[in-house]
């Protein structure tokens, strides 16, 4: 098999995912899953597509992550890792589209407007 490039996006975070046969390994901006992600929530967010086609011990994965926060990083990574693995075998997509893990959350924040201190709230108004 040849590697495969996919990439995964989620509020700010982007993660661009290199795929190859191997023994299991997921490096994450050169440093190792459990270093990169410390909490066990964020490891099973990123491990899940590949739980659900019981793929977990047969890819070496390489992550460049950058942008956005921890949560959004490990759904962003989520995203791609179910992308590559489409790529490998069309044939899984019903099974992780049924789980929701092919489809791109497209909810980012609001921008901030002017004359306001955040996106939609508004400074204490007084009559006098």
Do not use: H
Request: glycine letters at 8%; charged letters at 30%; one cysteine or more.
């Amino acid at each position: 098999m040849e590697k495969v490039n996919a990439v995964g996006r989620r509020k700010a975070a982007i993660a661009r995912v290199i795929m190859c046969e191997g023994s299991g390994v997921i490096t994450i901006n050169k440093r190792p899953l459990d270093v990169y992600f410390p909490s066990s929530i964020l490891q099973f967010i990123v491990k899940q597509p590949l739980n659900k086609l019981e793929a977990a011990g047969k890819y070496d994965i390489k992550v460049n992550l950058v942008g956005g926060g921890y949560k959004g990083q490990a759904e962003a990574l989520r995203l791609a890792i179910a992308r590559a693995l489409v790529k490998i075998n069309p044939e899984d997509k019903p099974a992780l589209r049924s789980e929701g893990f092919m489809t791109r959350d497209p909810r980012v924040v609001e921008r901030k407007k002017p004359g306001q201190p955040k996106a939609r709230k508004r400074f204490q108004f007084s009559k006098r």
